[in-house]
């Protein structure tokens, strides 16, 4: 598939909800944007334990930007829900136990179509980790444990969400975030994305534009961290050479 035949379309936001606002009050313009001229959203709530409560609070708040969202756990045919779907919504929570829920399910294959034939997805934090090849950069418990670490793989990155800087003033002796994205890469091929609070990437038309106010850590095997600069196009992170353009060491 070339770049100008990509039709795969992500909304990938680092988290749900910023500190001094609401659920998605900061990534609402983006996702109004994104949507166009879609109103209909497909919520996969498998990330957290009250599946119904879940639905409900998402329901409310897309109801709030003008959207109708229904919630693939009460449907009775979910592989016909997702051919059908016009937007999917995967949210926050746990990782491990939301891409059990995928699997358990048997929504990974169909969700991979369809993206591929050019239905949007939005991902918030844990819905964004599935996104990519594997949730081994989650931060998560295991507190289930899928069938395999496998993903969604519909981008061939990594994210890392929620992204902290190492703090100097703090006695903290564990690992910081960007140490343990490090000892993946000692293991694994795949580029990481330190998305910090407030950020998200749209992927679209072979390119991966970061959006929000935040600069991202961008990790590669046997390189220096990157900061790539909001509005930076990541699309070395899709396979394309390496430019350089909107990074600083």
Known sequence: MTKNDD????LLISNSTLYGSGYLDHAEKEIRDFAGKKTRVLFFPYAVHD?????TKASERFQAMGFALSSIHDVSNMPRAIEEAELIFVGG???FRLLQGLQNHGLVEPMRRRVAEGVPYIGSSAGSIVACPTLQTTKDMP???P???EALALVPFQISPHYL???PASTH???TQEERILQFLEENEQPVIGLREGSMLRVQGGEAILKGPHSARVFRRDAQPLE??????LQVLLGERVSGEGMAA
């Open 7 to 10: 039709l795969r379309r992500l």
């Open 51 to 55: 599946r119904r409560a879940y639905a």
């Open 93 to 95: 929570g746990n990782t």
């Open 143 to 145: 507190v289930v444990q």
């Open 147 to 149: 069938a395999s670490f």
């Open 165 to 167: 800087d190492p703090d």
């Open 173 to 175: 002796m564990g690992e």
């Open 228 to 233: 790539a600069a909001p509005g930076s196009d």
